[in-house]
Antibody
Framework: QVQLQESGPGLVKPSETLSRSCTVS?????????WGWIRQAPGKGLEWIGS???????RYNPSLKSRVTISLDSSKNQFSLKLSSVTAADTAVYYC?????????????WGQGTLVTVSS | EIVLTQSPGTLSLSPGERATLSCRAS???????LAWYQQRPGQAPRLLMY???NRADDIPDRFSGSGSGTDFTLTISRLEPEDFAVYYC?????????FGQGTKLEIK
């Protein structure tokens, strides 16, 4: 059974960089699939941030592209998100998830999500 | 960007009743590249349907999806207590992959 577990600081100061990691168990991320990030501001809907494939193919939401970096560490079976120059508007629950396939870009396994608050 | 509009915003029903949730796209979602998710309070979204009408693994058959083009529907035939949650649709025909704003299904 595939499981995803996020980790990282829950509080980030404005203008700094938000960092999240997602450790995958039950599947080797270097074997395939894309791995992505989605966020949900408090009381709001879901927003796709981006995804990465072990081959290095990366996709970003254009609305966040200038501030986002997604990377993958196959030795740790982990992928990561960095969001720079954060503001209060970036306060959200950040989820990591598996993308079903390169064509069928929906999310079949999700991490539990963690609230990241941007505040001084 | 494809905008998905879900209606109603809140649906108040009783257990045993039938629920019909709508998702309308600002442009055609070709190949029915539309998914539905259920989100219970404090939990991550859970995949219910993909390809508009295909149930994900372990999803009960009281859930069904239909539609094409710009209009899609999620139907829950007989509501169980655990079905009261927020439901989101998501299109994956084109990047950026977008979600609807959600429909909250609450107990009447």
């Amino acid at each position: 059974q595939v499981q995803l577990q996020e980790s990282g600081p829950g509080l980030v100061k404005p203008s700094e960089t938000l960092s999240r990691s997602c450790t995958v168990s039950g599947y080797s991320i270097s074997s395939g699939y894309q791995w992505g990030w989605i966020r949900q501001a408090p009381g709001k809907g879901l927003e796709w941030i981006g995804s990465i494939h072990y081959s290095g193919n990366i996709r970003y939401n254009p609305s966040l592209k200038s501030r986002v970096t997604i990377s993958l560490d196959s030795s740790k079976n982990q992928f990561s998100l960095k969001l720079s120059s954060v503001t209060a508007a970036d306060t959200a629950v950040y989820y990591c998830a598996r993308v079903f396939s390169g064509i069928a870009y929906f999310f079949d396994y999700w991490g539990q999500g963690t609230l990241v608050t941007v505040s001084s | 960007e494809i905008v998905l509009t879900q209606s109603p915003g809140t649906l108040s029903l009783s257990p045993g009743e039938r629920a019909t949730l709508s998702c309308r796209a600002s442009q055609s979602v070709s190949s029915n590249y539309l998914a539905w998710y259920q989100q219970r309070p404090g939990q991550a979204p859970r995949l219910l349907m993909y390809g508009a009408s295909n149930r994900a693994d372990d999803i009960p058959d009281r859930f069904s999806g239909s539609g094409s083009g710009t209009d899609f529907t999620l139907t829950i035939s007989r509501l169980e207590p655990e079905d009261f949650a927020v439901y989101y649709c998501q299109q994956y025909v084109t990047s950026p992959y977008t979600f609807g704003q959600g429909t909250k299904l609450e107990i009447k």
